[in-house]
């Protein structure tokens, strides 16, 4: 029969130009976030993290925003580069347990 | 730092057969995660533990999968029998902390294929 998968949103952005990446997390209780990316045929990796009584955090052209208000989260990434390429994910604590988005798959344009 | 070592790195097999796929933890890391990752679920959780003991199984799919921690560097995930909707890319995580305070270490995954 027919498989169903996910279908991942896609951002396609400029070389150069600002990225944002937004993602609806599901539970008002949790209290720590984390943004991981991963490329094809490897692990997530982690970029930044977010604590539920911040609404700003900054790193290296990362910025991640959290509105508890519409349980939303989003990355920023400042003067995207073609090594920005690949599928970004946010992550939730919820029940001691790190619980994950779908992704959001960044293609950048040269 | 070698990071988290994960073998092996594809493993095809076929239905009815024994899979065991292996992890190495950083050291010192005092927690240890195992994923399963797939198109139609995503990243979810099966298993964690904490210096060695498993504390939350509660994502493992069913008694087909069992994962051991017999020391802080060593950890198995074993799934008898196998089956092709097993077909997925396994991920073994670790962590100095709880995930609630801390980020996951990932390793490079172990891509199962079991026809």
């Known amino acids: 029969g027919e498989s169903v998968g996910l279908h991942l949103p896609t951002l396609s952005v400029q070389e150069g130009d600002n990225s944002i990446i937004n993602c609806a997390y599901s539970n008002s209780a949790s209290d720590y976030f984390i943004w991981y990316k991963q490329e094809s045929g490897k692990g997530p990796q982690f970029i930044i993290d977010i604590r539920s009584n911040m609404d700003k955090r900054q790193g290296q052209r990362v910025t991640v925003l959290l509105n508890k208000t519409v349980k939303h989260l989003s990355l920023q990434i400042a003067a995207t580069q073609p090594g920005d390429s690949a599928v970004y994910f946010c992550a939730e604590n919820y029940g001691n347990k790190l619980v994950f988005g779908a992704g959001t798959i960044l293609r950048v344009k040269s | 730092d070698a990071g988290v070592i994960q073998s092996p790195r594809h493993e095809v097999t076929e239905m009815g057969q024994e899979v065991t796929l292996r992890c190495k933890p950083i050291s010192g890391h005092d927690y240890l995660f195992w994923y399963r990752q797939t198109m139609m679920r995503g990243l979810e959780l099966l298993i964690y533990?904490?210096?060695?003991?498993?504390?939350?199984d509660s994502g493992m799919p069913e008694d087909r999968f069992s994962a051991k921690m017999p020391n802080a560097s060593f950890s198995t995930l074993k799934i008898q029998p196998s089956e092709p909707r097993d077909s997925a890319v396994y991920f073994c995580?670790?962590?100095?902390?709880?995930?609630?305070?801390?980020?996951?270490?990932f390793g490079e995954g172990s891509r199962l294929t079991v026809l």
């Open positions: 533990f904490n210096n060695n003991v498993p504390i939350d």
């Open positions: 995580a670790s962590s100095p902390t709880h995930s609630s305070t801390g980020e996951l270490f």
